[in-house]
């Protein structure tokens, strides 16, 4: 028999999170939830690039040379990007934001850049432009005009840290979701055989999260808003669409914009190193 499921949600990065948890009394999971979104709200203040004062738009304001305090939310999500960024060498990207610019009207529509402008943009971009300091909290910029966006790994961060709240909370049932392209589920879910999660697709088949994460990202989402950091180029239609099942949320959300990007033997590669990832492609019955 099912255990009854409690559910608590907030608006927060632009998107609707949500809480599921279960195996608990409705009291307890309320208030687990609620203190979690708490937390959520907190992060977004320090990560959001939209807020005025916030860790990245305090970094995105920053002259070449210059320095600034963070908190340790905003260490932690560029040194996660960075490591990622190395592993799918350089397909996930964060600080492409001079370049998404010039390839975006302001409408969001999709724009051609001329190539003056793509020499500027490239010339900016780039995580060793970016540098941060564990020790004093601080994080320097090496080039003009360098700004990061987390929007391809701060809600799968955001996940992370509010599972860990829950489960400091004695909550040891549950899954989270961020606009229903990140989730992450940890225990045996409402009828002990994981959390159903749907890729969205017709025909899809459903998986079962158990401690780990899916993401999804595609042009049916973002249109033609995925730019290729490697070639400085809009990506092809190849994958409309690729979901990445990994071991945390954060790793997940990420993994599922590089997919998009690199090529069908680096994706293969990447799973095969790197333990309890996945890649599923619309085109294929079966993960990579």
Not at 197 to 221: C, D, R
Request: aromatic share 4%; net charge negative; charged share 20%.
């Amino acid at each position: 028999m099912a255990s009854e499921i409690h559910r608590l949600g907030a608006h927060a990065m632009a998107t609707e999170f949500q809480i599921f948890i279960t195996a608990t009394s409705e009291a307890k999971a309320l208030t687990a939830a609620s203190t979690a979104l708490r937390d959520l709200e907190t992060l977004e203040s320090e990560l959001s690039r939209f807020k005025g004062n916030s860790d990245i738009h305090r970094i995105n304001q920053l002259p070449k040379g210059q320095s600034t305090p963070v908190g340790h939310a905003a260490i932690d999500c560029i040194e996660l990007a960075r490591d990622i960024h190395h592993k799918t060498n350089g397909a996930f990207d964060i600080t492409l934001g001079p370049l998404l610019a010039i390839f975006t009207n302001p409408d969001k529509s999709p724009r051609e850049p001329s190539e003056k402008e793509i020499k500027k943009a490239t010339s900016s971009i780039g995580m060793d432009n970016l540098k941060t300091d564990v020790n004093s909290l601080t994080v320097s910029v090496k080039s003009e005009d360098l700004w990061i966006d987390l929007g391809g790994i701060g809600k799968g961060y955001a996940l992370d840290q509010m599972a860990l709240s829950l489960k400091g909370s004695g909550i040891t049932n549950a899954m989270l979701d961020a606009g229903s392209s990140t989730l992450l589920a940890f225990g045996e879910g409402p009828e002990g055989d994981g959390w159903p999660a749907s890729l969205g697709l017709s025909n899809s088949p459903i998986i079962n999260l158990e401690n780990n994460a899916l993401s999804g990202s595609g042009f049916s989402e973002q249109g033609e808003h995925i730019i290729d950091p490697r070639k400085h180029c809009r990506i092809c239609i190849e994958k409309i669409n690729a979901w990445a099942l990994a071991p945390y949320a954060a790793l997940s959300d990420a993994l599922s914009t590089a997919f998009l990007v690199m090529t069908e033997n680096e994706i293969i590669n990447f799973c095969s190193i790197n333990k309890g990832v996945e890649a599923i492609l619309p085109e294929q019955s079966n993960s990579i």
